[in-house]
């Protein structure tokens, strides 16, 4: 199958993502998904998929090949529809909170069996961390957090990263207190390939990437901290606070908290790929693909695209993000699609996930 190359690779039995590390914002801005609408989103742990369920198509499928990751997506699932908003970002972890044993409990109720004991497996993590701080990614940046950062910038520093400034107040903290040689040392290290491998990402997503991510995390690190407002940024205050505060990722906010729970009956949760979609003869108007390409060879991102364009309804557009391998649609496809590239220019310095290269639009014609 095209989409399996890296299934043969990566490591597919634990929570490799307990929240999405890619901006639904500038995903939804690239999708516009509207009424009638079947959207194909690559689950993660399914924030996205939730925040594209809440503009209105008539049908989101989440796909993934890692059944745990498909866990995720279905506890999220109960939490809408049995927690209050403010339950729910206690147990997901956004906030602070005593109660989240309890909270999973009366969630799991609502799960299947084999779900509960899959989460009853994780409960004293959930209480310490949330529902979305479990993750293999989210304890990369929690030993970051706990065990690196301390040593560069105390907690006053940090507390004052995040407070409100200007353009010009903010490239000033970072000349003169943020970006010391401490910190352009530490990027090199905690930032390297061997080290986000064995932390990370799994060794195998760096198969196909050339060079080291530490000179690009630096460069993109000061977009967020300087050209971008970083107390507006969830995935930043995820990675120095170990939550999210009052800047909440797309899905998790309070004004499309009760539109979710009311379409839930929309999402659809498979353990398969976009080719076996294809092959039962799903079209869509819209296609999160998350960075899937770049876990890819060219030979298999080349198949796997053209089973997303075998999926695909004439006018579709496909969204994706590039972190360190550069992948756009394989030449031998190019006459089949248009790159939207005034949109990408216009949403790519929006971008909140600043870790991220590039983001990619693509329309069928």
């Not at 198509?57 to 498909?70: F, S, T």
């Not at 800047?247 to 790929?273: G, K, N, Q, Y």
């Amino acid at each position: 199958m095209a989409d399996t190359d890296i299934a043969k690779r990566a490591q597919f039995d634990l929570i490799r993502y307990a929240q999405a590390w890619e901006d639904a914002d500038i995903l939804v801005a690239a999708l516009r998904p509207k009424a009638g609408d079947t959207v194909v989103s690559i689950a993660s742990a399914g924030d996205n998929a939730l925040a594209l369920l809440a503009e209105g198509p008539e049908r989101v499928i989440a796909v993934d090949l890692n059944p745990v990751q498909l866990a995720c997506v279905r506890i999220r699932v109960a939490m809408y529809s049995v927690l209050t908003h403010e339950h729910f970002l206690e147990l997901m972890g956004s906030r602070p909170s005593g109660r989240r044993r309890h909270l999973l409990e009366q969630v799991a109720q609502h799960l299947s069996v084999a779900d509960q004991a899959f989460w009853a497996g994780q409960k004293d993590d959930v209480a310490k961390y949330g529902v979305g701080g479990i993750g293999k990614f989210e304890k990369y940046f929690r030993i970051f957090r706990e065990w690196v950062l301390p040593f560069i910038h105390n907690r006053g520093t940090i507390e004052d990263l995040l407070k409100p400034r200007d353009a010009d107040g903010r490239l000033a903290f970072y000349d003169t207190s943020w970006n010391i040689w401490g910190w352009r040392m530490m990027v090199k290290m905690f930032f390297s390939r061997f080290v986000m491998g064995r932390l990370g990402r799994d060794p195998a997503f760096f198969d196909h990437v050339e060079g080291g991510p530490s000179a690009q995390v630096a460069r993109l690190t000061r977009k967020a901290l300087v050209e971008q407002d970083p107390t507006l940024n969830p995935y930043l205050h995820w990675i120095l606070k170990g939550e999210h505060g009052e800047a909440l990722p797309r899905a998790l906010e309070l004004e499309r908290f009760e539109t979710i729970r009311d379409r839930l009956d929309r999402l659809e949760v498979r353990l398969c790929t976009v080719e076996t979609l294809a092959e039962e003869g799903v079209k869509a108007e819209a296609f999160n693909l998350s960075d899937i390409f770049e876990y890819m060879s060219p030979e298999a991102h080349e198949a796997a695209y053209g089973t997303i364009l075998a999926a695909s309804r004439p006018g579709a557009r496909i969204a994706y993000w590039n972190m360190m391998a550069p992948r756009r649609v394989p030449a031998s496809m190019a006459s089949r699609v248009t790159t939207n590239s005034e949109l990408e220019a216009k949403l790519k310095p929006l971008d909140k996930a600043f870790f991220y290269s590039d983001f990619v639009i693509e329309d069928v014609k």
